[in-house]
C-alpha cells in the first residue's frame, strides 16, 4: 500500500506538502504545479487517504468540548474552524458527530471513538474517558499523557520562538506581553507567558512588570489600556492571541495611536480577522482547519487498525507579516 512518503518521493516533495495538499488544505499556500505533481504521484500510485479506505463503514464518534468555546465567532475563531476541519471530513463519509459538552453522571455507549477538543486539567480528561467508554480516544489539545491518548497540537514553544525571533531580529528587547489566563496543569513548557518570559529574560532592556495577564479573550482592550496608563510603552508588544491582540488594537485606534509608528504588535492563533484589523495584524498562523482533519484521520486508522501505539501530530505553524510591526527606531 502506497504511503505518503511514496508520493513524496514521487513528486519530489516533502511529506507535509503532500499531506497538505492531499486533505486539500486551504490555509497551505503551494503552486498549482506542485499541486498537480502530488496529485499525479497519488493517483499513479493508487493512494488512498486514511478515511477514504474505510469509507463503507459507518462510524459514530463523540466530539468533547468546553460550550464556551463556540459561543463567540470572533473569540473562538480558533476553535469553530477545527470543528469545520472535523465537519468536512465526516460530510464526506459516513462519520457521525455526537456532540458532547458535559460529561458528567452521564454515560456514553456505542461509540466508536472520540475527540476532546480543547485544554482541560487532567482531572477533567480523566472524568470525561469515563464516561465515554472507549478506548479510541483523540486529544486536539495539549495531552496529558502521549502514552495513552493520541494527540494533534502544535510546538507552542517553537511558535512563539519564530514570533520573538522576529521582533528581536528587527532591533526590539523592550518587547510586552498580553494574554490570558491559562489552566494551572499546563506545563511550563506549553505555558504562553512562561515561554515568553524564560526567552525574554536574557535581554537586559526587559521588564517583568510589562507581562499582562486578563480573565479571558475579551482582555484585549483593557490590558492594553493599563499597560498604556502605566507608562512608558515598550517598542513591542507580543500577544497570545489574536482575539486580545484585536481588542488592543481597538484601544489603539479609539485613542489615536499609531501602530505601528507607536511601537509593533505581534499576534498569535491567525484569526480570520487578523487581515482586516487596523493595521493588518502580523501573527502566527496556526493550521486550524487542518488539525481538524488530521485528528479525524488519525482516529479512524486508530479504530480500524486497533492501533496500541499512540500518535503525536504536531503542525506546522507560520509566521504572516503584515503592517503592524515594523524594525525598532
Known amino acids: 500500500m502506497a504511503t505518503i512518503k511514496d508520493i513524496a518521493l514521487l513528486a519530489n516533495v516533502s511529506t507535509t506538502t503532500v499531506s497538505r495538499v492531499l486533505n486539500n488544505d486551504q490555509s ?5 504545479i506542485t499541486r498537480s505533481k502530488v496529485l499525479e504521484a497519488a493517483k499513479q500510485l493508487e493512494y488512498k487517504t486514511v478515511v477514504a479506505r474505510y469509507n463503507k463503514k459507518y462510524y459514530r464518534l463523540a466530539l468533547v468540548y468546553k460550550p464556551d468555546i463556540f459561543y463567540s465567532h470572533l473569540e473562538n475563531d480558533f ?6 476541519g472535523i465537519d468536512k471530513i465526516c460530510s464526506q463519509y459516513e462519520i457521525d458527530i455526537v456532540n458532547v459538552f458535559n460529561t458528567s453522571n452521564v454515560t456514553f455507549e456505542n461509540l466508536h471513538g472520540a475527540i476532546i477538543q480543547g485544554n482541560y486539567t487532567n482531572e477533567e480528561i480523566n472524568l470525561m474517558v469515563s464516561s465515554l467508554h472507549t478506548n479510541n480516544i483523540l486529544i486536539i489539545g495539549r495531552s496529558p499523557n502521549d502514552n495513552k ?5 502544535f510546538d507552542t514553544r517553537r511558535a512563539i520562538h519564530s514570533a520573538l525571533n522576529y521582533l528581536t531580529d528587527l532591533g526590539h528587547r523592550d518587547i510586552g506581553y498580553l494574554g490570558s489566563m491559562e489552566s494551572v496543569d499546563l506545563e511550563m513548557d506549553d505555558r504562553r507567558d512562561q515561554i515568553f518570559l524564560r526567552y525574554m529574560s536574557k ?3 526587559f521588564k517583568s512588570s510589562r507581562i499582562y495577564i486578563g480573565e479571558n479573550l475579551k482582555s484585549g482592550y483593557k490590558l492594553m489600556e493599563r499597560a498604556y496608563q502605566d507608562g512608558p510603552l515598550p517598542s513591542a508588544f507580543f500577544v497570545a492571541n489574536d482575539p486580545i491582540a484585536i481588542g488592543a488594537l481597538d484601544f489603539l485606534k479609539e485613542n489615536h495611536i499609531p501602530v505601528p509608528e507607536t511601537f509593533s504588535i505581534v499576534g498569535f492563533d491567525g484569526n480570520q480577522l487578523a487581515p482586516y484589523t487596523t493595521p493588518p495584524l502580523t501573527t502566527v498562523q496556526i493550521p486550524t482547519e487542518y488539525m481538524g482533519r488530521v485528528a479525524i484521520q488519525a482516529l479512524i486508522e486508530k479504530i480500524e487498525d486497533a492501533r496500541h501505539l499512540t500518535k503525536k501530530v504536531l503542525v506546522p505553524t507560520e509566521l504572516i507579516i503584515r503592517e503592524s510591526s515594523r524594525s525598532f527606531r
Open 28 to 32: 497551505f499556500s503551494v503552486s498549482e
Open 79 to 84: 476553535h469553530f474552524s477545527i470543528r469545520n
Open 149 to 153: 491518548y493520541d494527540n494533534v497540537w
Open 203 to 205: 535581554f537586559p532592556e
